[in-house]
């Protein structure tokens, strides 16, 4: 895991890259009525802006505060080291998949001040579920034994 800033600026670009491309893959899946070998390469025009936005949120607001809550929550003295890796990613989903799909809703899916707030919850709940699964059992161990390897370059 990250020990210094660099490392941590490096962790979250390769987290947010994976994170947020299967995500926008997802949304367009979504609104193209299913997957197709074109959403792939679609993705990579969005993948920029969510990309730099996700960037900014996780690592300018939610890491902080993610991390003042998940060690009042839990004593990394006590636990397992699984179980503040679980904690922590789980919370910044809890945080991030409302705020990214807010951003979405306006940037993708604004159709008005009157149905913003509509829309922007439906998002979040649908994406919710797909950015904790992805997240705990497929981008978070991924991105992890990605930048170890990296790391012992």
Known sequence: MPKTKLQNIAFT??????MVYAMVCYNMAIAMGGMNNKIFLL????????????????FLV??????KIAFKVINPKEVQPIF??????????????PLMSFFATVLFNY??????????????????????CWQI???????RFLFNKLLKK
């Open 13 to 18: 670009i390769l987290m947010v890259i994976v």
């Open 43 to 58: 993705a990579f025009q969005e993948l920029p802006i969510m990309g730099v936005i996700a960037f900014l949120l996780e």
């Open 62 to 67: 939610v890491e902080r505060l993610v991390k």
């Open 137 to 143: 059992f497929y981008a978070g161990p991924f991105v």
């Open 84 to 97: 503040i890796t679980l904690t922590i990613s789980s919370l910044i989903v809890c945080f991030m998949c």
């Open 111 to 132: 159709t008005g001040m009157e149905n913003l707030v509509a829309t922007w919850l439906q998002i979040s709940v649908r994406n919710f579920p797909m950015a904790l």
